[in-house]
């Protein structure tokens, strides 16, 4: 039982000298830096490439030895209170630094603490440190606090751990391991590696020099012995005091990643909500940020910019008013364009194809057509005009396009994880999809062009919103030869990650848009016909109907038409609503073809709605 319990305090102890030797090394990168400096700079400057942020944030954050500023981090002694008596403050900046302190970096933040001239301190400094009640010089222009030191006035033991404030009990744990070394005189540090290997991982500094004194006596001197080991490349000295041997630097960043992996785990809330200061975007982080968006020379999202720059992750305390501040600081800069609710890219990079509808997707004009004899066909009329049924259907957004839509009246799929489409020919073609078809607050109305990238698989594609043409580009990758010309239906999805959504298609149709190929080539042939003769749309509508003896509903209708010639879904409606020969059956809305009632012609009721 003894030996785990020995066992178990060597596994404490070596993960107690792991962090402070982290802590060490962060604050050695902070040393005589101007300005203070994020998580990432401190991470990089160290050079410990197998550490993650997290970890290096977990012991700024825990620590009293460093203070935080803007998100950025510098020494808590620069915030010193300047009426204290000098000789003190000299003393704290030495304690936090917790090792033989080189006299440049000392002066270099005296002048960071009182604001002064470098030069200043190292003309008065050096008077103070000659001082040995407080003071001792530790060779190599290096000073360390003489309480560091295990002085020894006495030759009885219990005097001597009397005047260093110890105790037996604070010796006898290292007796078995680091005690049973004869330490020698020339040899010092040689002798304090084997003590520490012995004893098997991290040992107090004073306990160590008390068992040099007990070994040496008369030859033991205490700033000798301090500096040598000090000095010593075989041996590391934490700021706590404690010393372990260089054989052991390896298990040290071995102990380091084991905690960095359990700190990785850790709730961010339990963490790291206790990081002081506000999260805002300095005009200093402005210009990083732009630089950052430039040099990607692509589309980076708020998440990435305020990891990257910032330091502060979605979750963690102080995002959001982070981002507000990001928006904010970005609102108005000409470098950067916003393409996305929270996404930027550098300005001019938007592609000149997504600016502007295909010109395959416009409507031709119309005019109504006229016969020799006087008749004349295809006339639009005003929506009061329009049969009762008809007045909601040309509201579908399945019949609603690019150039002929009314999105404020439009009655959308609810707003959802997702939002079903589904293709037509001409947006096929084109790869494009008209936002008609999707909730506007699914990809958002602002900015004008958005961002976005779809993904499949391994399939990961750019795609535009452009809020002002009122279409999706880039989709031609996405519609596949094994869909249909027209009806494929598909979903897209939020994946929780900003401005990523997630490509759905299982094969399914859309009933009321599905033209199967047998159908297909009929309608092509229709539309030879009808350009060879330049027949009037009533004509076309008439002969589509005539194939659909029991009637068809009026999306299926108008995607027909479509397929033969494109236009608006109120010409359609209005040839419907305007001539005896064309009705609805029954209660199911779908419509149907007179032949009998095609000479009593246009409706005279309606003439008062012709558009003019």
Same mark, same amino acid.
């Given at each position: 039982?003894?030996?785990?319990?020995?066992?178990?305090?060597?596994?404490?102890?070596?993960?107690?000298?792991?962090?402070?030797?982290?802590?060490?090394? =962060?604050?050695?990168?902070?040393?005589?830096?101007?300005?203070?400096?994020?998580?990432?700079?401190?991470?990089?400057?160290?050079?410990?490439e197998?550490l993650?942020?997290?970890?290096?944030?977990?012991?700024? =954050?825990?620590?009293?030895?460093?203070?935080?500023?803007?998100?950025?981090w510098?020494?808590? &002694?620069r915030?010193?209170?300047?009426?204290?008596?000098?000789?003190?403050?000299?003393?704290?900046?030495?304690?936090?630094?917790?090792?033989?302190?080189?006299?440049?970096?000392?002066?270099?933040?005296?002048?960071?603490?009182?604001?002064?001239?470098?030069?200043?301190?190292?003309?008065?400094?050096?008077?103070?440190?000659?001082?040995?009640?407080?003071?001792?010089?530790?060779?190599?222009?290096?000073?360390?606090?003489?309480?560091?030191?295990?002085?020894?006035?006495?030759?009885?033991?219990?005097?001597?751990?009397?005047?260093?404030?110890?105790?037996?009990?604070?010796?006898?744990?290292?007796?078995?391991?680091? *005690?049973?070394?004869?330490?020698?005189?020339?040899?010092?540090?040689?002798?304090?590696?084997?003590?520490?290997?012995?004893?098997?991982?991290?040992?107090?500094?004073?306990?160590?020099?008390?068992?040099?004194?007990?070994?040496?006596?008369?030859?033991?001197?205490?700033?000798?012995?301090?500096?040598?080991?000090? *000095?010593?490349?075989?041996?590391?000295?934490?700021?706590?005091?404690?010393?372990?041997?260089?054989?052991?630097?390896?298990?040290?960043?071995? &102990?380091?990643?084991?905690?960095?992996?359990?700190?990785?785990?850790?709730?961010?809330?339990?963490?790291?909500?206790?990081?002081?200061?506000?999260?805002?975007?300095?005009?200093?982080?402005?210009?990083?940020?732009v630089?950052?968006?430039?040099?990607s020379?692509?589309?980076?999202?708020?998440e990435?910019?305020?990891?990257?720059?910032?330091?502060?992750?979605? *979750?963690?305390?102080?995002?959001?008013e982070?981002l !507000?501040?990001?928006?904010?600081?970005?609102?108005?800069?000409?470098?950067?364009?916003?393409?996305?609710?929270?996404?930027?890219?550098?300005? *001019?990079?938007?592609?000149? !194809?997504?600016? !502007?509808?295909?010109?395959?997707?416009? =409507?031709?004009?119309?005019?109504?057509?006229?016969?020799?004899?006087?008749?004349?066909?295809?006339?639009?009329?005003?929506?009061?005009?329009?049969?009762?049924?008809?007045?909601?259907? =040309?509201?579908?957004?399945?019949?609603?396009?690019?150039?002929?839509?009314?999105?404020?009246?439009?009655?959308?799929?609810?707003?959802?994880?997702?939002?079903?489409?589904v293709?037509?020919?001409?947006?096929?073609?084109?790869?494009?999809?008209?936002?008609?078809?999707?909730?506007?607050?699914?990809?958002?109305?602002?900015?004008?062009?958005?961002?976005?990238?779809?993904?499949?698989?391994?399939?990961?594609?750019?795609?535009?919103?452009?809020?002002? &043409?009122?279409?999706?580009?880039?989709?031609?990758?996405?519609?596949?030869?094994?869909?249909?010309?027209?009806g494929?239906?598909?979903e897209?999805?939020?994946?929780?990650?900003?401005g990523?959504?997630?490509?759905?298609?299982?094969?399914? &149709?859309?009933?009321?848009?599905?033209?199967?190929?047998?159908?297909?080539? !009929?309608?092509l042939?229709?539309k030879?016909e009808?350009?060879?003769?330049?027949?009037?749309?009533?004509?076309?509508?008439?002969?589509?109907?005539?194939?659909?003896?029991?009637?068809?509903?009026?999306?299926?209708?108008?995607?027909?038409?479509?397929?033969?010639?494109?236009?608006?879904?109120?010409?359609?409606?209005?040839?419907?609503?305007?001539?005896?020969?064309?009705?609805t059956?029954?209660?199911?809305?779908?419509?149907?073809?007179?032949?009998?009632?095609?000479?009593?012609?246009?409706?005279?009721?309606?003439?008062?709605?012709?558009?003019?």
């Open positions: 039982m003894g030996t785990s319990a020995v066992k178990i305090d060597i596994e404490d102890t070596m993960r107690t000298a792991a962090r402070v030797y982290l802590e060490d090394r =962060i604050y050695d990168t902070l040393v005589g830096r101007e300005e203070p400096a994020k998580t990432g700079e401190i991470l990089r400057d160290m050079g410990m197998d993650t942020l997290r970890v290096v944030r977990h012991i700024l =954050i825990t620590s009293a030895r460093f203070e935080s500023t803007e998100r950025r510098t020494l808590a &002694t915030f010193e209170d300047t009426q204290r008596p000098f000789e003190r403050v000299v003393e704290n900046i030495i304690e936090s630094h917790g090792r033989p302190m080189v006299f440049s970096a000392l002066a270099q933040e005296l002048a960071y603490v009182y604001r002064r001239p470098v030069r200043y301190y190292e003309e008065i400094a050096p008077r103070l440190l000659s001082s040995q009640d407080k003071f001792f010089s530790a060779g190599g222009d290096t000073y360390g606090l003489s309480k560091w030191l295990v002085i020894a006035e006495s030759d009885e033991p219990e005097d001597v751990l009397f005047d260093n404030f110890m105790e037996e009990s604070d010796i006898e744990s290292y007796r078995k391991g680091a *005690g049973s070394v004869e330490w020698s005189a020339d040899d010092i540090a040689g002798s304090a590696e084997k003590a520490l290997s012995a004893a098997g991982g991290a040992v107090p500094l004073k306990a160590l020099g008390y068992l040099a004194w007990e070994s040496m006596r008369d030859e033991y001197d205490p700033v000798e012995f301090y500096s040598t080991i000090a *000095g010593s490349k075989k041996i590391e000295i934490l700021s706590n005091q404690q010393a372990v041997s260089s054989k052991h630097k390896k298990e040290l960043m071995k &102990t380091l990643q084991d905690i960095a992996t359990e700190i990785e785990e850790m709730p961010i809330e339990v963490e790291e909500q206790a990081e002081a200061g506000p999260v805002t975007v300095t005009e200093a982080d402005r210009d990083e940020i630089d950052l968006v430039l040099k020379g692509g589309t980076l999202n708020a990435e910019i305020l990891e990257s720059v910032i330091e502060i992750s979605s *979750g963690e305390p102080g995002y959001d982070a !507000e501040s990001l928006k904010q600081a970005l609102e108005g800069e000409e470098r950067v364009i916003r393409v996305g609710p929270d996404r930027w890219r550098p300005a *001019g990079s938007i592609p000149e !194809e997504i600016l !502007e509808a295909p010109a395959a997707l416009a =409507i031709p004009l119309h005019t109504p057509f006229e016969t020799p004899e006087g008749d004349v066909y295809d006339q639009e009329l005003e929506d009061e005009g329009l049969e009762s049924g008809l007045r909601q259907e =040309i509201l579908n957004p399945l019949v609603q396009d690019v150039g002929d839509e009314d999105p404020e009246e439009t009655q959308y799929q609810p707003l959802d994880q997702y939002q079903r489409a293709l037509k020919y001409h947006h096929k073609l084109a790869g494009t999809m008209p936002l008609i078809q999707f909730h506007p607050d699914f990809f958002g109305t602002e900015p004008e062009i958005i961002h976005i990238t779809l993904i499949d698989g391994g399939m990961r594609r750019d795609v535009w919103v452009n809020n002002k &043409t009122r279409l999706m580009y880039g989709m031609k990758d996405w519609y596949t030869d094994d869909m249909p010309i027209s494929a239906a598909f897209i999805h939020k994946t929780g990650r900003s990523e959504y997630r490509f759905v298609y299982d094969n399914r &149709t859309d009933a009321l848009i599905f033209v199967p190929t047998s159908r297909l080539l !009929e309608l042939d229709l030879d009808a350009e060879s003769r330049d027949a009037p749309l009533f004509d076309i509508i008439t002969r589509i109907l005539e194939h659909y003896r029991k009637g068809i509903g009026f999306v299926s209708l108008f995607t027909e038409v479509n397929l033969v010639r494109r236009a608006t879904r109120r010409l359609v409606a209005s040839i419907l609503s305007s001539y005896h020969c064309f009705h059956r029954g209660k199911t809305g779908e419509w149907q073809y007179d032949a009998k009632k095609r000479s009593q012609g246009f409706n005279k009721s309606k003439r008062k709605y012709v558009k003019k």
